[in-house]
C-alpha cells in the first residue's frame, strides 16, 4: 500500500501557473507508474497525466497537452504536475494515484491508491 500527500493547489488566475505535488510513502517509489487525476462538477474522474516509473515515459490528456508536464523524483518519492496556461476548465480536485505496474496508464482502475486531493481555482 502506498500513501499518497498531494499539494501545491490554489487560486491563481487564467494564464497563470501552479505546481503540484504528491509525496509517496509505503511502497518503494520507483517500482510503480504514477498518475494524476482530477474532478468537477461535471466529470467524476477525469485523467490528466501519467509517468512510468523511471519518468522516461509520460503521457496526457489532450486537453491538457502542451500545457502540463508531469515528473517525478525518485530520490524524494515525489511525482510533479506543473501546470501552465492555466484555463478556467482546469478548475478542479487534483488527485495523484500509483499506479500497479511500473508502467503509467490513462485508466483510473490501474491505480490502487490514492491521495486526498488539491483544488485548484482558476479566475477568469
Known amino acids: 500500500q502506498v500513501q499518497l500527500v498531494e499539494s501545491g493547489g490554489g487560486l491563481v488566475q487564467a494564464g497563470g501557473s501552479l505546481r503540484l505535488s504528491c509525496t509517496a510513502s509505503?511502497?518503494?517509489?520507483?517500482?510503480?507508474?504514477m498518475g494524476w487525476f482530477r474532478r468537477t462538477p461535471a466529470k467524476e474522474r477525469e485523467f490528466v497525466a501519467t509517468?512510468?516509473?523511471?519518468?522516461?515515459?509520460?503521457y496526457y490528456a489532450d486537453s491538457v497537452k502542451g500545457r502540463f508536464t508531469v515528473s517525478r523524483d525518485n530520490t524524494k518519492n515525489t511525482m510533479y504536475l506543473q501546470m501552465n496556461s492555466l484555463k478556467a476548465e482546469d478548475t478542479a480536485v487534483y488527485y495523484c494515484?500509483?499506479?500497479?505496474?511500473?508502467?503509467?496508464?490513462?485508466?483510473?482502475?490501474?491505480?490502487?491508491?490514492w491521495g486526498q486531493g488539491t483544488r485548484v481555482t482558476i479566475s477568469s
Open positions: 509517468i512510468n516509473w523511471s519518468g522516461s515515459r509520460t
Open positions: 509505503g511502497r518503494t517509489f520507483s517500482g510503480y507508474g
Open positions: 494515484a500509483a499506479g500497479r505496474t511500473s508502467s503509467g496508464s490513462t485508466w483510473s482502475g490501474d491505480y490502487d491508491d
